[in-house]
Protein backbone atom coordinates (compact mmCIF):
# COMPACT_ATOMS: atom_id res chain seq x y z
CA UNK A 1 0.00 0.00 0.00
CA UNK A 2 1.41 3.40 -0.84
CA UNK A 3 0.27 6.75 0.78
CA UNK A 4 1.40 10.55 -0.27
CA UNK A 5 3.21 12.43 2.27
CA UNK A 6 4.64 15.65 2.11
CA UNK A 7 8.05 17.03 3.47
CA UNK A 8 7.83 19.65 5.91
CA UNK A 9 11.02 21.03 7.52
CA UNK A 10 11.01 24.00 10.10
CA UNK A 11 13.87 26.50 9.58
CA UNK A 12 17.45 25.85 10.42
CA UNK A 13 15.15 22.63 11.85
CA UNK A 14 13.80 18.99 11.96
CA UNK A 15 11.38 18.09 8.91
CA UNK A 16 8.41 15.63 9.26
CA UNK A 17 6.53 13.75 6.32
CA UNK A 18 3.43 14.57 6.97
CA UNK A 19 0.42 12.25 5.57
CA UNK A 20 -1.93 13.82 2.70
CA UNK A 21 -5.20 11.53 3.70
CA UNK A 22 -7.21 10.12 1.20
CA UNK A 23 -4.17 9.14 -1.68
CA UNK A 24 -4.18 5.96 -0.19
CA UNK A 25 -3.37 3.03 -3.23
CA UNK A 26 -2.35 -0.26 -3.81
CA UNK A 27 0.47 1.29 -5.56
CA UNK A 28 2.76 4.12 -6.17
CA UNK A 29 1.84 4.40 -10.05
CA UNK A 30 -1.98 4.56 -8.88
CA UNK A 31 -1.19 6.68 -5.72
CA UNK A 32 0.25 9.11 -8.29
CA UNK A 33 -2.98 9.23 -10.35
CA UNK A 34 -4.73 10.12 -7.90
CA UNK A 35 -2.74 12.99 -6.95
CA UNK A 36 -2.53 14.27 -10.55
CA UNK A 37 -6.35 13.86 -10.76
CA UNK A 38 -7.02 16.13 -7.27
CA UNK A 39 -3.64 18.29 -6.51
CA UNK A 40 -4.11 18.79 -2.55
CA UNK A 41 -3.03 22.36 -1.09
CA UNK A 42 0.32 21.60 0.72
CA UNK A 43 2.58 24.04 2.25
CA UNK A 44 4.20 26.63 -0.32
CA UNK A 45 7.65 25.44 -1.57
CA UNK A 46 6.63 21.57 -1.01
CA UNK A 47 5.23 19.08 -3.27
CA UNK A 48 3.38 16.22 -2.58
CA UNK A 49 4.95 12.76 -3.42
CA UNK A 50 3.76 8.62 -2.60
CA UNK A 51 5.80 6.47 -1.08
CA UNK A 52 4.52 3.01 1.12
CA UNK A 53 2.35 3.34 3.73
CA UNK A 54 3.70 4.43 7.17
CA UNK A 55 2.89 2.38 10.60
CA UNK A 56 -0.34 2.52 11.82
CA UNK A 57 -1.52 2.67 15.59
CA UNK A 58 -2.62 -0.58 17.31
CA UNK A 59 -5.71 -1.19 17.82
CA UNK A 60 -8.07 -3.45 19.71
CA UNK A 61 -11.45 -4.21 18.54
CA UNK A 62 -13.49 -4.44 22.24
CA UNK A 63 -17.30 -4.73 20.30
CA UNK A 64 -18.26 -4.98 16.21
CA UNK A 65 -16.75 -2.24 14.77
CA UNK A 66 -15.88 -0.14 17.95
CA UNK A 67 -12.02 -0.07 18.08
CA UNK A 68 -9.73 1.65 20.58
CA UNK A 69 -5.90 2.52 20.76
CA UNK A 70 -4.72 2.66 24.16
CA UNK A 71 -2.23 5.36 25.31
CA UNK A 72 0.69 4.62 27.67
CA UNK A 73 -0.45 5.47 31.79
CA UNK A 74 2.82 8.11 31.53
CA UNK A 75 3.09 11.68 31.10
CA UNK A 76 4.37 13.14 27.21
CA UNK A 77 7.78 12.85 26.56
CA UNK A 78 10.32 12.20 23.84
CA UNK A 79 9.96 8.57 23.96
CA UNK A 80 6.71 7.97 24.17
CA UNK A 81 5.95 11.45 21.83
CA UNK A 82 2.34 12.24 23.14
CA UNK A 83 1.06 8.55 22.87
CA UNK A 84 -0.59 9.13 26.20
CA UNK A 85 -4.25 8.60 26.09
CA UNK A 86 -6.82 6.59 24.61
CA UNK A 87 -8.79 7.02 21.20
CA UNK A 88 -10.70 5.32 19.12
CA UNK A 89 -13.40 5.26 16.01
CA UNK A 90 -16.66 3.24 15.32
CA UNK A 91 -17.45 1.94 12.09
CA UNK A 92 -20.97 2.41 10.54
CA UNK A 93 -22.32 1.28 7.39
CA UNK A 94 -21.99 4.42 5.87
CA UNK A 95 -19.11 6.05 7.50
CA UNK A 96 -16.96 6.33 10.21
CA UNK A 97 -16.40 8.81 13.33
CA UNK A 98 -13.30 8.97 15.35
CA UNK A 99 -13.53 9.67 19.32
CA UNK A 100 -10.24 12.09 20.33
CA UNK A 101 -7.13 12.04 18.18
CA UNK A 102 -4.26 12.45 20.27
CA UNK A 103 -1.53 14.87 21.22
CA UNK A 104 -0.07 15.50 17.64
CA UNK A 105 -1.28 15.48 14.28
CA UNK A 106 1.09 12.49 14.17
CA UNK A 107 -1.24 10.45 15.53
CA UNK A 108 -4.40 11.42 13.45
CA UNK A 109 -2.01 10.09 10.63
CA UNK A 110 -1.29 6.84 12.40
CA UNK A 111 -5.07 7.06 13.48
CA UNK A 112 -6.16 7.08 10.02
CA UNK A 113 -3.86 4.57 9.02
CA UNK A 114 -5.71 1.92 11.15
CA UNK A 115 -9.46 3.03 10.04
CA UNK A 116 -8.03 2.53 6.54
CA UNK A 117 -6.74 -1.23 7.12
CA UNK A 118 -10.32 -1.64 8.09
CA UNK A 119 -12.39 -0.30 6.30
CA UNK A 120 -12.67 2.28 3.04
CA UNK A 121 -15.99 3.90 4.23
CA UNK A 122 -15.38 8.64 4.43
CA UNK A 123 -14.50 9.47 8.05
CA UNK A 124 -17.59 11.76 8.49
CA UNK A 125 -17.12 13.39 12.20
CA UNK A 126 -14.10 13.26 14.68
CA UNK A 127 -15.67 13.83 18.24
CA UNK A 128 -13.76 15.28 21.06
CA UNK A 129 -14.57 14.45 24.86
CA UNK A 130 -12.91 17.43 26.32
CA UNK A 131 -10.12 19.91 25.69
CA UNK A 132 -6.83 18.76 27.32
CA UNK A 133 -4.02 18.17 24.53
CA UNK A 134 -3.47 15.05 24.94
CA UNK A 135 -7.03 14.23 23.29
CA UNK A 136 -7.63 16.94 20.74
CA UNK A 137 -4.07 17.95 18.35
CA UNK A 138 -4.47 15.15 16.26
CA UNK A 139 -7.74 16.42 14.94
CA UNK A 140 -6.55 18.63 11.98
CA UNK A 141 -6.01 15.40 9.80
CA UNK A 142 -9.46 14.30 10.10
CA UNK A 143 -10.72 17.42 8.98
CA UNK A 144 -8.21 17.68 5.71
CA UNK A 145 -9.89 14.46 5.19
CA UNK A 146 -13.69 16.21 5.17
CA UNK A 147 -14.58 15.20 9.31
CA UNK A 148 -16.82 17.28 10.73
CA UNK A 149 -15.08 18.31 14.18
CA UNK A 150 -17.93 18.03 16.93
CA UNK A 151 -17.19 18.96 20.44
CA UNK A 152 -19.08 20.49 23.68
CA UNK A 153 -20.45 23.84 23.24
CA UNK A 154 -17.77 25.27 25.09
CA UNK A 155 -15.08 23.50 23.94
CA UNK A 156 -14.44 26.17 21.56
CA UNK A 157 -14.09 28.64 24.05
CA UNK A 158 -11.89 26.14 26.70
CA UNK A 159 -9.25 26.09 23.25
CA UNK A 160 -8.90 29.06 22.57
CA UNK A 161 -7.69 30.36 25.98
CA UNK A 162 -5.80 27.39 26.11
CA UNK A 163 -4.33 26.66 22.99
CA UNK A 164 -1.15 28.12 22.63
CA UNK A 165 -0.16 27.29 26.18
CA UNK A 166 -0.60 23.79 25.09
CA UNK A 167 0.92 23.69 22.16
CA UNK A 168 4.63 25.46 23.58
CA UNK A 169 4.14 22.73 26.34
CA UNK A 170 4.24 19.51 24.17
CA UNK A 171 6.48 21.22 21.80
CA UNK A 172 9.26 20.96 24.76
CA UNK A 173 7.84 17.58 26.13
CA UNK A 174 7.66 15.64 22.75
CA UNK A 175 10.19 17.37 20.86
CA UNK A 176 9.51 20.00 17.67
CA UNK A 177 9.62 17.33 15.12
CA UNK A 178 7.12 15.70 16.38
CA UNK A 179 4.69 18.44 16.52
CA UNK A 180 5.22 19.04 12.92
CA UNK A 181 1.93 19.77 10.98
CA UNK A 182 0.31 19.94 14.17
CA UNK A 183 -2.42 23.03 14.96
CA UNK A 184 -5.44 23.79 17.03
CA UNK A 185 -8.87 22.06 15.27
CA UNK A 186 -11.72 24.34 14.65
CA UNK A 187 -15.36 22.91 15.94
CA UNK A 188 -17.38 22.99 13.79
CA UNK A 189 -19.82 21.70 15.27
CA UNK A 190 -21.20 22.18 18.89
CA UNK A 191 -23.23 20.25 20.73
CA UNK A 192 -25.56 21.83 23.89
CA UNK A 193 -27.84 19.05 24.70
CA UNK A 194 -27.99 15.74 23.54
CA UNK A 195 -26.86 14.87 19.59
CA UNK A 196 -27.08 12.24 17.84
CA UNK A 197 -25.15 11.27 14.86
CA UNK A 198 -26.21 8.20 12.31
CA UNK A 199 -23.12 6.35 10.95
CA UNK A 200 -25.29 4.10 8.44
CA UNK A 201 -27.27 1.74 10.90
CA UNK A 202 -25.24 2.89 13.53
CA UNK A 203 -26.23 5.62 15.85
CA UNK A 204 -23.94 7.60 18.10
CA UNK A 205 -25.49 9.89 21.49
CA UNK A 206 -23.33 12.64 22.73
CA UNK A 207 -24.23 14.15 25.55
CA UNK A 208 -22.27 17.61 26.59
CA UNK A 209 -22.15 17.66 30.46
CA UNK A 210 -21.97 20.46 32.87
CA UNK A 211 -18.55 21.48 34.42
CA UNK A 212 -17.23 18.06 36.01
CA UNK A 213 -13.28 16.61 34.84
CA UNK A 214 -13.33 19.87 32.62
CA UNK A 215 -15.81 22.74 31.85
CA UNK A 216 -16.40 20.83 28.49
CA UNK A 217 -16.83 17.08 28.98
CA UNK A 218 -18.80 15.19 26.22
CA UNK A 219 -19.36 11.85 26.27
CA UNK A 220 -20.27 9.45 23.09
CA UNK A 221 -22.61 6.31 23.66
CA UNK A 222 -22.78 3.41 20.53
CA UNK A 223 -26.14 1.78 21.08
CA UNK A 224 -25.74 -0.75 19.00
CA UNK A 225 -22.61 -2.18 21.35
CA UNK A 226 -23.61 -0.54 24.48
CA UNK A 227 -20.24 0.89 24.33
CA UNK A 228 -19.87 4.56 26.36
CA UNK A 229 -16.46 6.45 25.38
CA UNK A 230 -16.27 8.70 28.38
CA UNK A 231 -13.18 10.42 27.60
CA UNK A 232 -11.60 11.68 31.06
CA UNK A 233 -14.50 11.45 33.02
CA UNK A 234 -13.52 8.04 33.73
CA UNK A 235 -9.85 7.35 34.89
CA UNK A 236 -8.57 3.70 35.10
CA UNK A 237 -5.09 3.27 36.59
CA UNK A 238 -3.60 6.91 35.94
CA UNK A 239 -4.36 9.06 38.46
CA UNK A 240 -7.63 11.27 37.62
CA UNK A 241 -7.07 14.75 36.89
CA UNK A 242 -9.19 17.57 38.25
CA UNK A 243 -9.57 20.74 35.84
CA UNK A 244 -12.99 21.71 36.70
CA UNK A 245 -15.17 21.07 39.74
CA UNK A 246 -15.24 17.96 41.71
CA UNK A 247 -18.73 18.24 43.24
CA UNK A 248 -19.84 18.81 39.58
CA UNK A 249 -17.54 15.53 38.78
CA UNK A 250 -19.48 13.56 40.98
CA UNK A 251 -22.74 14.57 40.35
CA UNK A 252 -22.14 13.35 36.60
CA UNK A 253 -20.82 10.39 37.50
CA UNK A 254 -23.91 9.76 39.38
CA UNK A 255 -25.88 10.47 36.33
CA UNK A 256 -23.77 8.21 33.43
CA UNK A 257 -23.71 5.32 36.30
CA UNK A 258 -27.15 5.44 35.78
CA UNK A 259 -26.79 4.84 32.12
CA UNK A 260 -27.38 1.58 31.21
CA UNK A 261 -24.11 0.44 29.18
CA UNK A 262 -22.23 -2.79 28.49
CA UNK A 263 -18.73 -1.26 28.88
CA UNK A 264 -16.80 2.15 28.99
CA UNK A 265 -13.72 3.37 27.69
CA UNK A 266 -11.96 5.66 29.71
CA UNK A 267 -9.93 8.40 28.21
CA UNK A 268 -6.66 6.69 30.09
CA UNK A 269 -5.66 2.70 31.11
CA UNK A 270 -7.64 -0.24 30.25
CA UNK A 271 -9.46 -0.33 26.59
CA UNK A 272 -12.47 -0.84 27.93
CA UNK A 273 -14.08 -1.36 31.65
CA UNK A 274 -17.50 -3.16 32.78
CA UNK A 275 -19.82 -0.61 32.88
CA UNK A 276 -21.04 0.50 35.74
CA UNK A 277 -18.28 -1.26 37.67
CA UNK A 278 -15.46 0.28 36.13
CA UNK A 279 -16.31 3.88 37.07
CA UNK A 280 -15.77 2.36 41.28
CA UNK A 281 -12.13 3.31 41.83
CA UNK A 282 -12.77 6.79 40.21
CA UNK A 283 -15.83 7.57 42.22
CA UNK A 284 -14.07 6.20 45.52
CA UNK A 285 -10.98 8.53 44.88
CA UNK A 286 -13.45 11.55 44.45
CA UNK A 287 -15.21 11.04 47.69
CA UNK A 288 -11.74 11.11 49.40
CA UNK A 289 -10.76 14.00 47.87
CA UNK A 290 -13.72 15.50 48.59
CA UNK A 291 -13.67 14.37 52.56
CA UNK A 292 -10.05 14.64 53.03
CA UNK A 293 -10.33 18.35 51.66
CA UNK A 294 -13.50 19.50 53.91
CA UNK A 295 -11.65 17.90 56.41
CA UNK A 296 -8.73 20.69 56.32
CA UNK A 297 -10.83 23.52 55.69
CA UNK A 298 -12.70 22.76 58.62
CA UNK A 299 -9.31 22.15 60.78
CA UNK A 300 -7.93 25.39 59.62
CA UNK A 301 -5.23 23.46 57.27
CA UNK A 302 -3.18 25.88 55.26
CA UNK A 303 -3.56 24.93 51.50
CA UNK A 304 0.08 24.36 50.76
CA UNK A 305 -0.51 21.62 53.99
CA UNK A 306 -3.21 20.12 52.94
CA UNK A 307 -2.04 19.36 49.61
CA UNK A 308 0.90 17.16 50.97
CA UNK A 309 -2.18 14.78 52.69
CA UNK A 310 -5.64 15.31 51.05
CA UNK A 311 -6.83 11.53 49.40
CA UNK A 312 -2.97 10.78 50.33
CA UNK A 313 -4.43 7.22 50.93
CA UNK A 314 -5.15 6.85 47.58
CA UNK A 315 -1.69 7.05 46.10
CA UNK A 316 -1.44 3.01 46.19
CA UNK A 317 -3.97 2.61 43.65
CA UNK A 318 -3.25 5.21 41.03
CA UNK A 319 0.27 5.62 38.78
CA UNK A 320 1.41 9.43 38.40
CA UNK A 321 -0.24 10.18 41.68
CA UNK A 322 2.31 12.42 42.68
CA UNK A 323 2.25 14.60 39.62
CA UNK A 324 -1.56 14.97 39.74
CA UNK A 325 -2.95 14.61 43.41
CA UNK A 326 -1.43 17.86 44.19
CA UNK A 327 -2.75 19.54 41.44
CA UNK A 328 -6.31 18.08 41.90
CA UNK A 329 -6.08 18.65 45.93
CA UNK A 330 -5.26 22.49 45.36
CA UNK A 331 -8.71 22.63 42.75
CA UNK A 332 -10.44 21.49 45.47
CA UNK A 333 -9.25 23.50 47.92
CA UNK A 334 -9.84 26.22 45.86
CA UNK A 335 -13.84 25.18 45.38
CA UNK A 336 -14.66 24.20 48.71
CA UNK A 337 -13.43 26.66 50.75
CA UNK A 338 -16.31 28.59 49.71
CA UNK A 339 -19.04 26.16 50.63
Known amino acids: MFEA ?33 APPKTPAGTVAFCQPKGAALAVEEIAEGVFVHSGLIEEPDEANLGDVSN ?32 TDKPVS ?49 IGEEAMIGTVAPDVTHSVEADTRIDLGNRRLTLTAWPTAHTPADLTVFDTKSGTLFAGDLVFDQHTPALDGSVLGWQDVMARMTAQAALRVVPGHGAVSLPWPEGAAPLERYLRALVAD ?20 DEAEHWHLFEAYNPRNATVAFTELEWE
Open 5 to 37: VVLICLNAGPCREMLLPGFEADNQQACEAALAE
Open 293 to 312: TRAAIADGTRLGNAVQTIAA
Open 125 to 173: HVILTHMHPDHVFGASLFADAGAEVVGHERLPRALADRQANYLESLRRL
Open 87 to 118: LGFVIGDASVAVIDSGSARWMGEALWRSIRQR
